[in-house]
């Protein structure tokens, strides 16, 4: 399967799961919203926050790239048959034919500790699909990501990754706040971390700069 596979390749050992740039050793985690605006304006505070995840977005993919779009879904204590229906990709993905290849796993929770002996109520399910760049509708989909928090819809509450397969990236916006880029290479993403230097969030700047320096 591509996304096994993907991940065997390009990131061994790696829970997908967040925070996407602490469990990476090469990453860059960009801050999206600035907090102390959001109650001064919230109309242009969500603006430059949709503005960074797009352009953060197209600058990591080409249109023919080829994507794997993975979403952590979390039902507390429900059974395979009763987790409710996840519309996210309905509502995004362009081509409806695509839609017969989605593939949903249930699998353990994956922010249980690695000691904590296995919860079978409690589980992550995690539904993916494969596609090309144009076949998304990334720009509403990532305004809808970033909607999760700040009671603004349409919204989502689960974790969306995107898998670039053809440069061995991962893409995830975590919330209104900031998003998180891995690689399996330096090279990969040394060009947006050039060109959005000033994005990068400051908290981690001297960790992500020497990463690129080295």
Not at 53 to 62: N, P, S, T
């Amino acid at each position: 399967m591509i996304f096994e596979r993907f991940m065997n390749e390009k990131f061994p050992y790696l829970v997908l799961k967040p925070p996407l740039f602490y469990n990476w050793d090469i990453g860059i985690r960009f801050e999206l919203g600035d907090p102390r605006f959001y109650d001064l304006d919230t109309n242009h505070y969500m603006e430059r926050v949709y503005f960074r995840a797009i352009e953060l977005f197209k600058a990591l993919h080409d249109n023919n790239d080829e994507i794997v779009i993975v979403t952590n879904g979390h039902f507390a204590d429900k059974q395979r048959n009763q987790v409710k229906k996840l519309y996210l990709y309905k509502r995004y993905i362009k081509s409806k034919r695509l839609l017969r290849n989605l593939r949903l796993d249930v699998i353990p929770y994956v922010f249980a500790d690695e000691d904590e002996n296995p919860d079978e109520l409690t589980k992550t399910y995690r539904y993916m699909i494969t596609c090309k760049v144009y076949e998304l509708d990334y720009r509403n989909l990532l305004k809808a990501i970033c909607n999760q928090d700040v009671g603004i819809k349409p919204k989502t509450h689960h974790d969306v990754f995107f898998l670039n397969i053809n440069n061995g990236t991962i893409y995830h916006v975590h919330d209104d706040r900031g998003c998180d880029i891995i690689s399996h290479s330096n090279q990969a993403i040394k060009e947006i971390y050039l060109k959005y230097k000033d994005w990068i969030l400051d908290y981690d700047r001297e960790t992500i700069d020497k990463t690129f320096e080295e």
